[in-house]
């Protein structure tokens, strides 16, 4: 059954550096989208994205934050210059159609931690 | 702004009891969804649903829109059930809402 990939599952990093997570979605889907959850709290939205550019974000995706699809498989999500409060798991998702409308399928996460 | 409160937070059972866990939402939505999330974190998708009542096996979801209101049932309940159960809407909007808001989760332990 097709299944959306993150990688790294885990990864540890110094506040300040750059920090890119990667996901692959479904392949016949067209909606891509991050989330990210804080240890001990609810999951929250980052962005969608459709035909190579971002269809809707959140307060929290700032400036720090973009997503790339650089090829046909791949969807990423770079931080610029990470903080300690952005450490968390991160959730790739995607869907065959609009989000209002579609089933979303979810990736395993990335761990991020920021020391 | 959009607010899910499910009920309640955490529930112990045990084996074979018919589990119930309520979600409200505070506007109009397209869509809720129900979801799992095990100890590994990882998220599965139960049921997405706009109106009505979705069966799955030993899983049941109903929505009343009218009273903005959705449970998620659970009939025989086996200590593998036990997981975080998640309420997710998209609220109504032409242009967007693509982004889901979740509740808070309910956690779940089936004892043997």
Not at chain 1, 98 to 111: D, L, V
Not at chain 2, 33 to 53: A, D, R
């Amino acid at each position: 059954e097709p299944e959306v990939t993150q990688t790294p599952s885990h990864q540890v990093t110094q506040m300040g550096q750059e920090v890119i997570l990667r996901c692959v979605p479904i392949s016949n889907h067209l909606y891509f989208y991050w989330y990210r959850q804080i240890l001990g709290q609810k999951v929250e939205f980052l962005v969608s994205f459709y035909n190579n550019e971002i269809s809707e974000k959140s307060e929290i995706f700032d400036d720090q934050f973009s997503v790339e699809r650089p090829d046909g498989s791949n969807f990423t999500l770079k931080i610029r210059s990470t903080k300690l409060e952005d450490s968390a798991m991160y959730f790739c998702a995607s869907s065959e159609g609009r989000g209002t409308y579609n089933e979303q399928f979810f990736g395993p996460g990335t761990r991020l931690t920021v020391l | 702004k959009n607010e899910v409160e499910q009920s309640p937070q955490n529930l112990t059972a045990q084996e074979g009891e018919f589990i119930t866990i309520n979600c409200s939402y505070s506007v109009g939505i397209s869509a809720l969804h129900w979801l799992q999330q095990h100890p590994g974190g990882g998220i599965v998708s139960l049921f997405m649903l706009s109106s009505g009542k979705k069966k799955h096996g030993r899983l049941i979801a109903t929505i009343n829109i009218q009273e903005k209101h959705s449970s998620l049932h659970i009939t025989a309940s086996h200590p593998r059930d036990s997981a975080v159960y998640i309420c997710a809407v998209n609220m109504y909007s032409g242009g967007g809402a693509d982004g889901l808001t979740f509740g808070k989760g309910t956690h779940l332990i089936i004892q043997p």
